[in-house]
């Protein structure tokens, strides 16, 4: 049974740094993207950042680029998120989510597995 569990996510101060993780258990495949996803409250839940597992190509969101990193550990099972100066608008529940396709996929209909979120508030 595949498993996604993020955790990091916390109240911080604008212009601060978090680091989410997302750890991967029941799922060993090489050939797959990891993506970072998020749901502001009465939003659609939208593309953050993506990584291809293996050569570790990644893609980000514009409103992202230049202040979050995704990266992930092969022996750790684990992706995560490096997010620095965070802003009031990056405040979001944020999703790891997991697929087999081949290339970098930024569509959340691409992705086959999800975790349940971790709550990431940035106060002003």
């Known amino acids: 049974q595949v498993q996604l569990v993020e955790s990091g996510g916390r109240l911080v101060q604008a212009g601060g740094s978090l680091r989410l993780s997302c750890v991967v258990s029941g799922y060993t495949a090489t050939n797959r993207n990891m993506a970072w996803f998020r749901q502001a409250p009465n939003k659609e839940r939208e593309f953050v950042a993506a990584i291809r597992w293996s050569g570790g190509r990644t893609a980000y969101a514009d409103v992202v680029k230049g202040r979050f990193t995704i990266s992930r550990d092969y022996a750790a099972n684990t992706a995560y998120l490096q997010m620095d100066r965070l802003k009031p608008d990056d405040t979001a529940v944020y999703y790891c989510?997991?697929?087999?396709?081949?290339?970098?996929?930024?569509?959340?209909?691409?992705?086959?597995?999800w975790g349940q979120g971790t709550q990431v508030t940035v106060s002003s």
């Open positions: 989510a997991a697929t087999i396709r081949t290339s970098v996929r930024t569509s959340i209909t691409d992705y086959d597995y």
